[in-house]
């Protein structure tokens, strides 16, 4: 739910997040990073309207992160959704993804590219208590 005296229930087709993210979806959600880049990295409520609140949640915990991770996008977009998917996560309840959190395959695409500051994990313990951000699931790297 968000803020404010709105007491709408937030809705989530679970069958929605098995298609390959759409291209539009995905250029959308970029954008919307970066707008909001501002209150993100400030750790602040992000400012969403219902309407972005529930289209995002099908990619909130999408399989296809990886993937998309890799593309195209610059580092500094994926720091961008890393902070926004990180507090979008504690403040939608639709976004809730656990060890499926985008938020560890954009951490391991940073990493990858030598590109992860260690002051972003501060960040994310700060702003979360999805414990298994930034890193993901011990079992799964085992």
């Not at 195209?72 to 939608?92: A, D």
Request: with cysteine.
């Amino acid at each position: 739910m968000t803020g404010g005296k709105d007491m709408t229930v937030d809705t989530f087709d679970p069958n929605a997040s098995n298609a390959p993210i759409d291209a539009a979806l995905f250029d959308d959600i970029c954008r919307c990073a970066a707008r909001l880049h501002a209150a993100v990295a400030g750790g602040e409520v992000l400012p969403l309207t219902q309407a972005e609140v529930t289209r995002y949640a099908t990619v909130a915990c999408h399989p296809d992160w990886a993937d998309q991770a890799r593309g195209v996008i610059s580092s500094e977009t994926l720091i961008q959704l890393v902070r926004l998917f990180t507090l979008g996560e504690m403040q939608f309840a639709t976004w809730v993804a656990g060890d499926q959190s985008p938020v560890i395959a954009l951490v391991r695409e940073l990493k990858r590219r030598e590109q992860y500051d260690p002051a972003l994990t501060r960040w994310i313990k700060a702003h979360s208590t999805n414990r298994f951000l930034p890193h993901g699931n011990l079992l799964d790297r085992l």
